[in-house]
């Protein structure tokens, strides 16, 4: 026992003997009689020039460290620099083996880090090439003891304890020559105390950026408690408060507040994170979020909520700086809203439980996101909508010369003179990698002034192919229905549409479409097209198709054909017509045609409608891209129509075609449009020689033969002749 005793006072003595000579050392010795040796060697490992202009001194309890005004130069140019650094760790923690950092002070940091027009950073060449390579090397390989090594002392907890952290006026400067970006950190502060692993400990940060491209400055403040556990793989942030004043070119000059609160924890080893009541604000925009999100890799797990509150989008782009969205309605984009829930498998969020308000129109519905593959599935249903309200005010600028076109009537409007029609329509490769399942409902839109309900709509894309399965409406007491299909595998994608409209009611719609009133009746309509190409000019000159229809009780308004039809018979009458109010239409009971669509030309050879009295028949062209019509029509006298004593129809008239032209820009007031054909008269006067010809032989065949009978054969005998020249 007294050998033991002995050995141990001999172990303490040295001990004692060993931190004596050190205290005695670190108080004879000056450090500053070495600073041209450290600088030597500075110089001599790295490529950088050290230059140690202030004092360095040295504590023994605690051990500390202090520099003051150190600089260093990366070729001729300072690369960083401090005015006082401080760094002290208790001494009888150490023999302890916990151990305790009393005291880190850095300030005065400056920092200049840079990247040349080669893409070169200034850092990667502080180390001398030479014993890069070396290193590089010279570096062991790793094997298998010294990994367990190394995994069974990282799995020892570490016991770290730092008192007080300060960094304060540190200054960083990033410029990049290949992109021309300036960034600038600066005034940056940091202050921590008690930091322990395992217990929360307060973080303060504060700083300013600004950058160049683009122009914009950023001032911050942090402040959070933090946590970290031994293992250094889980952490936490409670009581976060942050705040960002951004301001710049983005922002038109004005000022702009960021704020971020809540509490968020991480744990790296089961990969699991939460974000819990985060709230975020953009000047007027606020948003609040509860998310927990399981695993880290490609296929994470979310489940949560997150809610936009209501909000003004006009007030936001005004407090952002940015130019108004002008509107119809002045009251539109005031009320906005949006929240979901977030759930669904690994890899697979979905949102349920979405809710979207625009102004007074809400919108429910769900859907899906696939990280994999990419693939988006969305139901949405919405109540009413008025897209009018949100369209551009009306041009208060007159029409010049070339958008309301010349005598000839070729003009189109001042938007669609404006509009490319070479301009690219879609974007091929963006849609070849779309994946889709839509599916969207909407109660009552409201778009061009038209009236549309219960619309459905549902889409799929893959493999380049868009599909709209369906796009259907009750439209003016009638309904319609189309499928389209767009292949966009190759570069000049393939358009192909299907639309059937059953009993829409085209005045009113005409009316509210374009305030024109020149139809109505009930309209059955089957489009069948086809057309090639990616922008407008090409899928009108590639157009290809027909186009069928029928217009059931209907009437021509502000284009009345009896009274042209009336004008021929006059003529053949030889009399003049005496009624002067012949109204502003022309009823119909059926009529039908088909248009052949080829390119921008629509070409009608069958135009068939009952009229009273007469039957129109006709044939003509429309060009969709001048929107002019050329139509030669006639009206085949069948019966009286009007009582007009000049328009009597006679045997010579009957079943003559009266001739008519309809030709002009469909722009234009439709009263102008047709007219009596007089060259086209001449065929007619064929026709009508001809009756008259069989009339007169129709009479001297009945006056002989009644010379014959006598007057006793009566009306019996009229009859039959008649039927028989009939």
């Not at 891209?625 to 006639?634: K, P």
Request: charged residues 20%; negative net charge.
């Amino acid at each position: 026992m007294k050998a033991l005793r002995y050995l141990l006072i001999t172990i303490v003595a040295l001990i004692l003997l060993a931190v004596a000579a050190v205290a005695i050392a670190m108080l004879v010795i000056d450090p500053n009689t070495y600073k041209p040796q450290i600088e030597q060697a500075v110089e001599k490992q790295t490529n950088l020039d050290l230059i140690l202009d202030g004092d360095i001194s040295w504590s023994f309890i605690p051990i500390g460290l202090e520099l003051n005004n150190v600089e260093a130069k990366l070729d001729g140019e300072r690369f960083i620099a401090l005015e006082r650094l401080i760094a002290e760790i208790d001494f009888w923690s150490l023999l302890a083996m916990s151990p305790q950092v009393n005291n880190f002070v850095l300030n005065g940091l400056d920092a200049h880090l840079s990247v040349n027009k080669k893409g070169e950073a200034n850092w990667t060449r502080i180390i001398l090439e030479k014993d890069a390579q070396q290193a590089a090397s010279s570096e062991p390989a790793p094997d298998a003891t010294a990994s367990e090594t190394a995994s069974e002392s990282s799995s020892e907890p570490l016991n770290f304890n730092v008192s007080n952290v300060e960094i304060a006026n540190a200054r960083v400067h990033y410029t990049d020559a290949t992109t021309g970006q300036e960034i600038t950190l600066e005034d940056f502060t940091l202050g921590a105390s008690n930091i322990t692993l395992g217990s929360e400990f307060p973080l303060d940060i504060s700083f300013r950026v600004e950058t160049t491209e683009p122009q914009m400055n950023v001032e911050g403040s942090i402040a959070a408690r933090l946590l970290a556990n031994q293992a250094l793989d889980a952490f936490s942030a409670s009581g976060l408060d942050a705040s960002f004043d951004i301001k710049g070119d983005a922002f038109a000059g004005k000022t702009v507040t960021a704020k971020i609160s809540g509490s968020l924890a991480a744990n790296l080893a089961n990969e699991t994170a939460n974000l819990k009541d985060i709230s975020f604000s953009f000047a007027n925009l606020s948003a609040n979020t509860n998310l927990t999100v399981e695993g880290f890799g490609d296929k994470p797990k979310l489940a949560g909520n997150i809610a936009i509150d209501e909000f003004s989008l006009k007030k936001l782009l005004e407090n952002l700086g940015q130019p108004a969205i002008e509107t119809s309605d002045g009251n539109v984009l005031t009320v906005l809203a949006f929240s979901t829930n977030i759930g669904g498998a690994a890899g697979k969020p979905e949102l349920t439980n979405l809710a979207l308000k625009l102004d007074d129109t809400t919108f429910d519905g769900s859907g899906s996101y696939n990280l994999a593959s990419s693939a988006l599935v969305f139901r949405l249903t919405g109540d009413a909508l008025n897209a009018d309200r949100y369209l551009p005010p009306p041009s208060d600028t007159p029409a010049t010369a070339s958008s309301t076109g010349s005598n000839s009537g070729t003009g189109t409007s001042t938007a669609s003179a404006q509009a490319d029609p070479d301009s690219q329509l879609l974007p091929l490769d963006t849609l070849r990698a779309l994946l889709l399942d839509i599916d969207l409902g909407l109660n009552k839109l409201t778009v061009s002034n038209l009236q549309i309900n219960e619309i459905k709509a549902s889409a799929r894309a893959k493999n380049g192919v868009l599909e709209i399965d369906e796009f259907s409406g009750k439209l003016y007491y009638g309904s319609f229905n189309t499928t389209a299909t767009i292949d966009a595998r190759s570069n000049t994608p393939k358009w192909s549409i299907n639309t059937n409209v059953a009993d829409v009611q085209t005045l009113p719609l005409l009316n509210d479409l374009a305030e024109v009133d020149m139809l109505s009746g009930g309209a059955n309509l089957k489009i069948n097209a086809k057309s090639t190409g990616n922008t407008i000019a090409a899928l009108r000159g590639n157009a290809d198709g027909k186009i069928t229809f029928n217009l059931a009780e209907g009437e021509f308004r502000r284009m009345n054909l009896t009274r042209l039809a009336c004008q021929g018979i006059a003529l053949v009458n030889q009399e003049t017509l005496g009624t002067t109010d012949w109204g502003t239409a022309t009823p119909f009971n059926d009529m039908r045609g088909t248009l052949d669509i080829n390119g921008n030309t629509l070409n009608n050879t069958e135009l068939l409608a009952s009229l009273a009295g007469m039957q129109l028949e006709g044939q003509g062209n429309v060009d969709m891209q001048q929107t002019l019509v050329d139509y030669e029509l006639g009206l085949r006298i069948v019966g009286e129509i009007h009582r007009d004593p000049a328009c009597r129809v006679t045997d010579i008239v009957r079943n003559v075609v009266i001739p008519l032209e309809c030709r002009g820009n469909l722009n234009d007031d439709p009263a102008g449009l047709c007219s009596f054909d007089g060259s086209r008269f001449r065929d007619s006067l064929q026709d009508i020689a001809k009756n008259a010809a069989k009339a007169k032989a129709e009479d001297k065949i009945k006056e002989k033969l009644q010379e014959k009978l006598g007057e006793a054969a009566g009306d019996k005998v009229k009859d039959a002749l008649k039927g028989f020249f009939n």
